[in-house]
């Protein structure tokens, strides 16, 4: 599988915005880029996914390079509750399972 | 809302004993699902495929025997850890995804389990 590289942590102040880079500068064009995060205790929330152009949705905004090396999750707005850890995942367009790296443990500060 | 439930949330018992976790998807079938375990601080790490009507497939590590994996319907797989030590008190996590291919996967919200 193809591996991602994310920061360990980053900080954001609350109202700001946040980006949340992502490296994957093995992926194949078969790739698609996805975006979970997990908050204390629950199970991976879905955030985005794109495979070459940018996608935006209700949540967020991802911008992906155009050689596909690397990654943007874009939080528009930060607030306290997007605390949380954020993984950026390679999936494979042909199977479903999912691998994690340790992902960016996003502080949110009031 | 959630489209996949476990249950039981959270679970203590008594080394040596047996655990049964359940995982459901809630309003799709599911021909696959994915059994992850996390340690405290650490991220998700694949256990195995649940394979609805067939064997489970294990990731390399992870002792078959002792994490019984039946995937009975298409929209229930169970986790059962046996003879449990405290060393396998862990956040267990399933997921499916709800059609093929790189659509996006619904996580459940979690086991506990605790062995004392």
């Known amino acids: 599988d193809a591996k991602t590289t994310q920061p360990n942590s980053m900080e954001s102040n609350e109202e700001e915005p946040v980006h949340l880079p992502c490296n994957h500068s093995?992926?194949?064009?078969?790739?698609?880029i996805h975006w979970y995060r997990q908050l204390p205790s629950q199970g991976p929330e879905y955030v985005i996914h794109g495979l070459t152009s940018n996608v935006n949705n209700r949540m967020a905004s991802l911008a992906i390079a155009e050689d596909r090396k690397s990654s943007t999750l874009i939080l528009h707005r930060a607030t306290l509750r997007d605390a949380a850890v954020y993984y950026c995942?390679?999936?494979?367009?042909?199977?479903?399972?999912?691998?994690f790296g340790a992902g960016t443990r996003l502080t949110v500060k009031p | 809302g959630a489209v996949v439930s476990q249950h039981p949330s959270r679970v203590i018992c008594k080394s040596g004993t047996s655990v049964k976790i359940e995982c459901r998807s809630l309003?799709?079938?599911?021909?696959?699902m994915f059994w992850y375990r996390q340690f405290p601080k650490k991220s998700l790490m694949l256990m195995a495929t649940s394979n609805e009507g067939s064997k489970a497939t294990y990731e390399q590590g992870v002792e078959k025997d002792k994490f019984l994996i039946n995937h009975a319907s298409l929209t229930l797989s169970t986790l059962t850890v046996t003879s449990a030590h405290p060393e396998d008190s862990s956040f267990y996590i399933c997921s499916a995804p709800r059609e093929a291919g790189p659509d996006t996967q619904y996580f459940g919200p979690g086991t506990r389990l605790t062995v004392l």
């Open positions: 093995t992926i194949s064009g078969t790739d698609y």
């Open positions: 995942i390679l999936r494979d367009g042909f199977n479903n399972d999912m691998r």
């Open positions: 309003d799709f079938q599911a021909t696959t």
